[in-house]
């Protein structure tokens, strides 16, 4: 595992600071290498994200009341189905199985709009976003490990 920071790792970063030239960077970097390598990240992103979110007692009803908020805030509701992200949320916690019939474009953004909702909202320091994203760095690289091994 590398110490750069990876593409999706800087788009977080940059999406939670409000940084929007480093998001346009961060985006065309993923696009050129391509997002496909990268829905790994995200999801080891957004399922973090979630568990930081959502504590054990949590409720069907504060999940459908946070993905409407996020919803609410967003600049375009209709690029995130209520649904799907509700759905995402619920896989993230363990609760269902993911749709196999969802594509790449349903998931991708209501799991980056979802993340950067928690992590903004979570208000972590510097020092505990770099926890937070070497643990997602840990569990990727573990992830791929197995790959490797299967």
């Known amino acids: 595992m590398t110490n750069a920071p990876t593409a999706v790792t800087e788009l977080f970063r940059a999406a939670v600071a409000g940084d929007n030239a480093a998001i346009d960077i ?3 970097r993923l696009d050129a290498d391509g997002w496909a390598g990268s829905v ?3 999801f080891a992103v957004f399922g ?3 568990q ?3 504590p054990e007692d949590y409720t069907r009803a504060d999940v459908v009341r946070f993905v409407a908020d996020v919803r ?3 600049h375009d509701p209709s690029t995130m189905s209520a649904d799907v992200a509700e759905e995402l949320v619920l896989v993230a916690l363990g609760e269902s199985e993911l749709d196999p019939e ?3 474009e ?3 953004t209501p799991q980056i709009s979802l993340a950067v909702a ?3 909202e979570e208000r972590l320091s510097e020092a505990e976003l770099e926890i937070f994203f070497a643990d997602v760095e840990r569990q990727v690289e573990g992830w791929l490990a197995a790959d490797r091994e299967s």
């Open 48 to 50: 973090k994200a979630v």
């Open 52 to 54: 930081l979110r959502f």
């Open 72 to 74: 609410v805030a967003s």
């Open 102 to 104: 969802l594509g790449f």
């Open 26 to 28: 961060a985006t065309s």
């Open 118 to 120: 928690i992590l903004r």
């Open 106 to 108: 349903e998931v991708i």
């Open 40 to 42: 790994r990240h995200v």
